[in-house]
């Protein structure tokens, strides 16, 4: 029989402590990811498990005028009975999209984020309203882009050793937001994937537009988001055309399948603010 030694940190500094010191165990709150593979009688843990769902420090959510900010350990469930007005329509259906009610009652934010297999369901809406992460370690924290999680390649890129403490989620005026779940909706899978759109405008002008699409590798192309910018709207058709080529070019490495739903999106997207 396997044999799994659990440990229940008391407080953060404990928990990093024994990250420290464990620098192999796997860090568990609500196990979907840990679990989501064994379908037998019994569960098995990693031989050495660091149990952190109730430590306060994670638990806890705030709110300002600017932003959201929520404990990794808060589950999606919590998330999704703060008030409509605290909560971004992007991240309000990202987390609305994630499988089951019981299971949205043991997932959590750190745990969508810090997989390294694939990107979950709530990196490209964070990526999208440019979200930031806390990260924790021995030598202290810092806080980074949600967009940093991915590499240049796109692949997940959760740094090791690291613990997601928090998210903290600019609270903007949106003119136009759009979220899709692509693919088998349930389970994680090659040709699953989400795509998140978020634009405003001012006086007939495209002032912020950002568009987020991630499954097993994820695409923000800020390069082509930022000659979009400045222009007056609506766009005319061969704008539209020559912005969803560069798109498309980026989105070739997918399966195919994911790919051409990639394109009729980014082909919606751009419709969408030039109405």
Request: with cysteine; hydrophobic share 45%.
């Amino acid at each position: 029989m396997l044999i799994s030694e659990v440990h229940s940190p008391q407080s953060l500094p404990e928990l990093l402590e024994l990250m420290r010191r464990l620098p192999a165990a796997a860090l568990y709150s609500g196990g979907t990811e840990l679990l989501r593979e064994q379908a037998g009688r019994y569960i098995f843990l990693p031989p050495e498990t660091i149990s952190i769902g109730a430590l306060p420090e994670l638990r806890q959510v705030s709110l300002t005028e600017r932003y959201l900010e929520i404990g990794a350990a808060v589950t999606l469930a919590e998330i999704l009975e703060l008030k409509e007005s605290a909560l971004p329509e992007l991240l309000a259906g990202a987390l609305r999209g994630v499988a089951t009610p019981a299971l949205r009652n043991l997932a959590t934010p750190g745990g969508n984020l810090a997989t390294r297999s694939r990107f979950m369901d709530l990196w490209a809406p964070l990526a999208c309203l440019d979200a930031l992460a806390e990260l924790k370690d021995a030598a202290g924290s810092r806080w980074i882009n949600v967009n940093r999680l991915a590499d240049d390649e796109g692949r997940p890129a959760f740094p090791s050793g690291a613990l997601l403490s928090r998210v903290r989620v600019p609270l903007e005026r949106w003119d136009a937001v759009a979220l899709r779940k692509v693919g088998l909706r349930d389970y994680p899978a090659p040709e699953t994937a989400v795509f998140a759109l978020a634009a405003r405008a001012e006086k007939g002008i495209l002032s912020d537009f950002r568009l987020a699409f991630a499954g097993e590798t994820a695409l923000r192309l800020r390069e082509v988001e930022g000659r979009i910018l400045g222009r007056r709207l609506p766009l005319g058709a061969k704008e539209r055309a020559s912005f969803a080529a560069e798109y498309r070019e980026a989105a070739a490495g997918l399966p195919s399948g994911l790919r051409q739903q990639f394109g009729t999106l980014v082909d919606g997207a751009l419709d969408l603010i030039s109405r």
